[in-house]
C-alpha cells in the first residue's frame, strides 16, 4: 500500500499538509476502488462548502497500489488538496489484494511497467484554445480613434477541456499541467506536444503579466504562431472565442498590408495607421478596434465587443514579416497625426522619404500626391597619374531643370533615395566590385569608398579591367582626368644588382646597395619588399611597364634583406653590411650581379671567401721560441687564429675541452708579437681574462712555451695593491687577469692599449645583462677572441651573448637574433633558420672533438648506475615530495617571480634523494644508498690501483664523503670554491700524494688538467651537460695514457632521473647548433619542466 511520501509526491508539501486535515476532519466521501485496485474516486467538501470529485490513477505492484497522478474538478484541476484527501481516506477502506499465484506475479511483473498509463477504459481528453480579452494595466497598444482613454484591452488564450456536454471548460486543464511531463498521460500526445511549442513561442520573450491558465498572444516575437495555430487545428485542437458563445476563432488566411493613408484636409495633412487586406491603396481596410501581436509584431487581433470583456469575438490576421520597430510604433499610434499645412514642406523634405522606406504611404481618398522623385546617378572622377589613378564618387539627384551633386555621407535626407541608391550600388558589385577582389574601392561590408587610390597591379586591372565595367552600369558615369597610364608586360626578366658603399670613420661597416632592374628602369627596392609582403604576384614600374613576383630570387632577397635589418641595432637606419657578415655576402651574390664594391670591402671578402667555401687558410710558420709541438688540427687551429687576427675579425675557439685551446691562442699570440718586431712595430699587448683558478695555469703555459714574452698576472685590484695598473704591467706582452678583477677596475683595463683580448672560459660572459659582460664590451679592443668548450649551455642567447663581445658585427641586435633565429629554432624546430644560423656563424666559429681529431686519446667509457633508495630514505624523500609538489605547483603560475623559491624546492628534493641529512639533521640516521654505494665503487678502484675524481654540486655532500674517507683511513685531496691553496690541493693529487680529489663541480669544472686520474664518479647529476661534460674532462684529455671510466650515481624513481632527461634536450641544443644533429626545440628551464620534474 501507498505510504504517505507518495501522497505528497503527487500534491507536493503544502498540498499534503491540507489534503491530511481534510481527512482528519471527516471532509472526504464516497470513496470507491475499482476491481482491480488501479483507479480510486471520492468526493472532497472544500473550504467554501462546494463538493468536488476527484478521480485518482494508480499502478499495481508487488506491495501493493502506487497513485500516479489525480485529476480534480476544483479550479486547480489536477493533484491538487482534494486529490490527496481522496488518497488517505482511501488507504483506510483499500480492499486485500488477492494472493498471487507465482505465474500471476511473473506475468504482472512483466507487462505492467510496458502498459503503465494506458487505460482502455478511458480516452484521452480533448483539448482546446480560447482565445479572449482581459483588460491591461499597460500603455495603450492599439487603434481605437473613437475609443476613450481607457486601459487597453490585451488578446490572449488559455486551454480548455471539451466537456462530455459538448462545450469547452476551463477546470482540469491549465498551462502548468499541459507543460507538465505527468501530463503526457492526460491528454492526448500529438495535441500536447503542440500545445508545449506554443507555450514556448509565447513565453520565450521578457516576462509578462501571464498566469497558470492564461498567457497573453503579445508574447510570440516570430511568425511560427501562425503555422502553429494551423497545425493546432489539424490535430483537433479546438479554436474558439467569444466567450460563452464559444463560436470558432477565425484566423485570415492571406496576410494584412499595413501602410500609412495620408490624406489633406483643409488645415493640412493627415497620417493615420491603415491596415488592408491586399493591396493597400484600393483593398478592404481593417477597421478598429484591433490590437497588435507581438513586438515587433507579426500580426493583429480585432474583435467585435460584446456583453463584457470576455465575450468579444475575436479575429486574426497576420502579417507577412514583422515589423520593423519605426513601422510597429507607427501602427500602435492612438491618433491620426496632424502636419499643419505651413509645416507640410518640413515633412516633405525631411520625413516623408523616412517614413516611406518603413511603410506604404497611400492616400486612399486620391487627395493627396507623392511629390516628384529625383532620380539618382552615381558619378566617378577619376585622376590619372604615374604609377596609378585616383578616384572619387558622389551622388547626384536629377529634377527637371536641376541637378543637386552629394558627397556620398550627405546628410540631405530631403533628397536621397536610398533604394535607388541601393539598386546602383548592388549592379556595381555585379559588374565586379566586391571587397574581395577591389578592397581599394569597396569595404568590408559593401560600402563604396568615397576617395580611392590604386597603384602597382590594382591601378593595372582597375585600367584594364574595371574601369571599362564601371562605364557600363546603368545610373553610373564616369569622368576622367589626365593621360591614362599605358600598361604593359616587361619583355626582359628582372635582374638584382648588388653593391656596397665605404662609411667614412668606420672600417666595420659598409652600406648596402641593392637594386632590381627591368630593362632601363630600376623598380625601388622598398617597394618590391611591400609588394612581396602583400602577396602580390607582379609589380607594376612607374613608366607603366609590370613584371611577374614569382621568381623564387625575389622571396629569397627578401628574406636575407630582412634578415639584415632585423639583425641591426636600428631596423630604421640605412641598409648596412658589417665585415663579419661575409656569409651574409655570399648568399646576396648568389642572387644577382656584383654592380660595385668598395675596395675595403672587396679585401675583407676576399680574405674571407676561400675560408668559408672550403675551411682551408694559408699555412703560417709557427713562431721562433715557441717550444710546444702542434698536433695537425692545432696548427689548423693556429692558422685560423691567425686569419682572425691579421684581419682583426674576432671569433670563437669552441674546441672540446682538453684539446689544447690555450697552446693555440699562445702560438698565435707569438706570431703577432713575432710580426710586429719584423716590421719594426711595437710590440702588441694581449690581455687574457680567465676565471682565478686559471690563471695560474695561463701563466704557467705562457712561461712554458712563450719563455721570450714577458707574461704579468694580476692578483688584486688596483685599489687593493696601490699600485696603477700601467705600472703593474710594466712591458708585458700578455697580461692575465681574473673576470672579478676586470670588472672592479674596469676603468684601469680600458684605458691601457691593447693588441687584443682572450676571454678564456668564455661562458662566464654568457649573461649579456650581467656586469661582467657589459664591462667586456666597454673595453675597446680591435681583436677579441672567446675560448669555451660550451658557447652555448641552456638558450641561443647565451652563444649571442659570446659573439657579440668576439665578433660584435655579425648579430648586433639581441632582439633582432631572438625573433630571427632563437625563437624560430628554439620554439618552433625551425631547421631551415638553424641551418642559415650554422652558416652565419661558421667562418667565426672553430669547433673540433675529441671524437674526430685526438683518434689516439685513449677511450672514455660513461655508465649511469641506478641507486634504489633505502625504506627509510624513500619514506622521507615521498614526504618532501608530496610536500613540494604542493607548494611548487601553486607558485608554476608566476614562474618568473617564483623563480628562486621553486629552484629551492627542487634543490631540497635532490639533496633528499643524495642524503637524507642534508635537509634535516634529525635525518642522520637514514643511511644514504648512494654513499654506500660509492664505498663500494671506491673501495674497488683503489684495489686495482685507478685514481678517482669525484664531483659533487654540493659542497656538504662533499664534507660527508671526507668524513666517511678519513674514517677508513683513505688520503685525499679537496678543492671547492672556498679552497685557499688551490695549487697545494691540486698538486697533492697529480704528485700521487693523494688518490682519491673530491671537487665541488663548479670550482674544479674548469681550467684543470687531471690526467692522472683514470675515474670519475658524479654522484648528482646537474641541469647543464656542459658543466658535467667540463668536470669529466679534467681527466680525458691529451696527456691521458688510461682508459677513463665515469659513473653517474642517479637515485632511481626521483627527481634525478627527470634531470637526466631535461639534461638530455640541452645536450641536443648544443650539438644542433654546433655539430648539426640533435633536436633544437631546447632551452632554459621552463614551467613546464618544472611540472614534469614534480610530475
Known amino acids: 500500500m501507498y505510504s504517505d511520501l507518495d501522497v505528497a509526491r503527487i500534491t507536493g508539501p503544502a498540498g499534503f499538509a491540507r489534503a491530511d486535515r481534510y481527512q482528519k476532519e471527516g471532509r472526504v466521501s464516497d470513496v470507491r476502488w475499482s476491481t482491480d485496485r488501479t483507479t480510486l474516486t471520492g468526493r472532497v467538501r472544500g473550504s467554501e462548502h462546494a463538493r468536488y470529485s476527484a478521480r485518482v490513477r494508480l499502478r ?48 504482472r511483473r512483466t507487462l505492467d511497467p510496458i502498459l503503465d498509463g494506458l487505460d482502455p477504459d478511458e480516452s484521452s481528453a480533448v483539448l482546446g484554445l480560447v482565445f479572449e480579452l482581459q483588460q491591461s494595466d499597460l ?67 521578457p516576462p509578462s503579466f501571464a498566469t497558470e491558465s492564461w498567457l497573453p498572444l503579445g508574447g510570440a516575437r516570430t511568425t511560427a504562431l501562425w503555422p502553429l495555430l494551423k497545425e493546432a487545428e489539424e490535430h ?97 499610434l492612438p491618433d491620426p497625426i496632424e502636419v499643419p499645412a505651413d509645416e507640410e514642406p518640413d515633412f516633405l523634405a525631411h520625413h516623408y522619404r523616412k517614413l516611406a522606406s518603413v511603410l506604404p504611404i497611400v492616400s486612399r481618398d486620391g487627395s493627396f500626391s507623392p511629390p516628384a522623385r529625383p532620380i539618382a546617378a552615381l558619378e566617378l572622377v577619376v585622376e590619372h597619374g604615374p604609377g596609378g589613378a585616383t578616384g572619387r564618387w558622389s551622388w547626384r ?99 638584382v644588382a648588388i653593391g656596397t658603399r665605404a662609411i667614412e670613420g668606420n672600417r666595420d661597416w659598409f652600406d648596402l646597395d641593392i637594386e632590381v ?67 651574409l655576402w655570399e648568399d646576396l651574390v648568389a642572387l644577382g650581379v656584383v654592380a660595385r664594391q668598395a675596395e675595403a670591402w672587396r679585401r675583407a671578402v676576399e680574405l674571407t671567401e676561400g675560408f668559408a667555401a672550403d675551411g682551408h687558410l694559408e699555412q703560417h710558420p709557427l713562431p721562433a721560441g715557441f717550444t710546444a709541438e702542434l698536433r695537425p688540427y692545432q696548427r689548423e687551429g693556429y692558422d685560423w687564429l691567425s686569419f682572425l687576427y691579421d684581419n682583426r675579425l674576432g671569433g670563437v675557439l669552441a674546441d672540446d675541452m682538453g684539446l689544447g685551446k690555450t697552446v693555440q691562442s699562445l702560438a698565435m699570440i707569438g706570431r703577432a708579437v713575432q710580426q710586429a718586431e719584423a716590421r719594426g712595430e711595437a710590440r702588441p699587448r694581449f690581455l687574457v681574462v680567465a676565471p682565478t683558478s686559471v690563471v695560474p695555469n695561463w701563466i704557467a703555459e705562457t712561461n712554458r712555451f712563450l719563455p721570450d714574452l714577458e707574461v704579468v698576472g694580476i692578483t688584486e685590484t688596483v685599489r687593493k695593491s696601490r699600485t696603477p695598473l700601467t705600472e703593474t704591467i710594466g ?82 641586435s639581441p632582439s633582432g637574433f631572438q625573433d630571427h633565429y632563437a625563437k624560430p629554432i628554439e620554439k618552433e624546430g625551425d ?178 688538467n687531471l690526467a692522472e686520474a683514470d675515474y670519475c664518479i658524479l654522484l648528482d647529476p646537474w641541469w647543464n651537460p656542459a658543466a658535467e661534460a667540463q668536470a669529466v674532462d679534467r681527466a680525458h684529455r691529451i696527456g691521458q695514457q688510461r682508459q677513463v671510466m665515469v659513473y653517474r650515481l642517479v637515485a632511481r624513481d626521483t627527481i634525478e632521473e627527470k634531470v637526466m632527461a631535461l639534461k638530455q634536450s640541452k645536450r641536443e641544443l648544443f650539438d644542433a647548433v654546433m655539430d648539426g644533429t640533435g633536436d633544437a626545440t631546447a632551452s632554459s628551464l621552463t614551467a613546464a619542466d618544472v611540472r614534469e620534474l614534480l610530475a
Open 731 to 812: 712591458d708585458a706582452d700578455i697580461v692575465v687577469t681574473s673576470y672579478a678583477l676586470l670588472r672592479l677596475d674596469t676603468a684601469s683595463y680600458a684605458g691601457v692599449t691593447w693588441a687584443g683580448m682572450l676571454l678564456d672560459e668564455a661562458q662566464f660572459a654568457k649573461n649579456r645583462h650581467s656586469t661582467t659582460y657589459q664591462r667586456i664590451r666597454a673595453i675597446d679592443v680591435p681583436f677579441r677572441l672567446a675560448i669555451t668548450g660550451t658557447p652555448l649551455e641552456n638558450d641561443l642567447m647565451e652563444l649571442w651573448s659570446i659573439l657579440s663581445i668576439a665578433a660584435p658585427g655579425l648579430f648586433p
Open 60 to 107: 499495481p505492484t508487488p506491495d501493493g497500489p502506487v497513485p500516479i497522478s489525480g485529476r480534480c474538478d476544483c479550479p486547480v484541476g489536477a493533484d491538487c488538496k482534494h486529490v490527496g484527501a481522496v488518497l488517505l481516506e482511501g488507504r483506510r477502506g483499500a480492499p486485500a489484494a488477492p494472493a498471487p499465484t507465482v505465474a500471476d506475479a511473473l506475468w
Open 831 to 1008: 631547421r631551415e633558420r638553424l641551418a642559415q644560423l650554422q652558416r652565419r656563424i661558421r667562418p667565426l666559429l672553430l669547433r673540433r672533438t675529441k671524437e674526430l681529431v685526438a683518434s689516439d686519446l685513449p677511450p672514455k667509457t660513461e655508465q649511469v648506475i641506478e641507486v634504489e633508495l633505502g625504506k627509510k630514505q624513500r619514506a622521507v624523500y615521498d614526504r618532501h615530495l608530496n610536500r613540494e609538489r604542493q607548494r611548487v605547483l601553486g607558485l608554476i603560475g608566476e614562474f618568473d617571480r617564483n623563480r628562486f623559491t621553486i629552484f629551492r624546492a627542487l634543490t631540497t628534493l635532490r639533496q633528499v634523494a643524495l642524503d637524507a641529512a642534508l635537509v634535516d639533521a634529525a635525518n642522520e640516521g637514514v643511511p644514504s644508498a648512494k654513499l654506500d654505494l660509492f664505498d663500494e665503487l671506491l673501495e674497488n678502484a683503489l684495489e686495482e690501483h685507478h685514481r678517482v675524481l669525484v664531483f659533487s654540486q654540493f659542497t656538504r655532500l662533499l664534507g660527508r664523503v671526507k668524513d666517511r674517507l678519513d674514517a677508513a683511513g683513505i688520503g685525499y685531496a679537496y678543492l671547492d670554491g672556498a679552497t685557499r691553496r688551490r695549487g697545494e690541493a691540486i698538486d697533492r693529487f697529480r704528485s700521487g700524494e693523494a688518490d682519491v680529489f673530491l671537487i665541488s663541480l663548479k670550482a674544479g669544472g674548469f681550467g684543470l
Open 236 to 332: 483537433g485542437i479546438g479554436l474558439v472565442t467569444g466567450g460563452r458563445e464559444q463560436v470558432p476563432l477565425q484566423v485570415a488566411a492571406a496576410p494584412l498590408t499595413p501602410a500609412v493613408d495620408l490624406v489633406r484636409t483643409d488645415g493640412g495633412l493627415r497620417l493615420a495607421p491603415l491596415l488592408a487586406q491586399g493591396d493597400a491603396a484600393t483593398g478592404p481596410a481593417l477597421l478598429p478596434p484591433f490590437s497588435l501581436i507581438g513586438d515587433p509584431a507579426i500580426g493583429v487581433a480585432t474583435w467585435e465587443p460584446g456583453e463584457s470583456l470576455a465575450d468579444a469575438r475575436i479575429a486574426l490576421a497576420p502579417f507577412a514579416e514583422p515589423l520593423q520597430p519605426a513601422a510597429h510604433a507607427f501602427l500602435r
Open 517 to 583: 632592374r627591368v630593362g632601363g628602369e630600376v623598380a625601388p627596392l622598398g617597394e618590391v619588399f611591400l609588394a612581396l609582403a602583400r602577396g602580390d604576384d607582379a609589380m607594376v614600374l612607374p613608366g607603366g611597364v609590370w613584371f611577374p613576383l614569382d621568381d623564387p630570387v625575389f622571396e629569397r632577397l627578401r628574406a636575407l634583406i630582412a634578415e639584415a635589418r632585423e639583425l641591426t641595432d636600428d631596423p630604421r637606419a640605412p641598409l648596412r653590411i658589417s665585415r663579419f657578415q661575409g656569409s
Open 139 to 205: 500603455p495603450w497598444t492599439g487603434s481605437r480613434r473613437t475609443a476613450p482613454r481607457e486601459r487597453p484591452a490585451i488578446v490572449g488564450v488559455r486551454p480548455v477541456l471539451l466537456g462530455s456536454n459538448g462545450r469547452w471548460r476551463r477546470t482540469g486543464v491549465s498551462w502548468r499541467t499541459i507543460t507538465n511531463e505527468w501530463s503526457v498521460h492526460e491528454y492526448d500526445d500529438a495535441q500536447t506536444r503542440v500545445l508545449r511549442e506554443l507555450h514556448r513561442l509565447l513565453t520565450a520573450g
Open 397 to 495: 539627384y536629377t529634377l527637371p531643370g536641376d541637378a543637386t551633386p552629394l558627397s556620398l555621407g550627405s546628410d540631405e535626407d530631403s533628397i536621397r533615395d536610398p533604394l535607388q541608391e541601393r539598386r546602383i550600388v548592388i549592379a556595381l558589385r555585379g559588374a565586379g566590385l566586391d571587397a574581395a577582389r577591389t578592397p581599394e574601392l569597396i569595404g568590408a561590408h559593401g560600402e563604396l569608398r568615397e576617395t580611392f587610390a590604386v597603384h602597382g597591379m590594382a591601378a593595372v586591372a582597375f585600367g584594364r579591367d574595371l574601369l571599362p565595367a564601371v562605364r557600363a552600369v546603368p545610373g553610373v558615369t564616369v569622368v576622367e582626368r589626365g593621360e591614362p597610364v599605358e600598361y604593359r608586360e616587361a619583355e626582359e626578366a628582372p635582374v
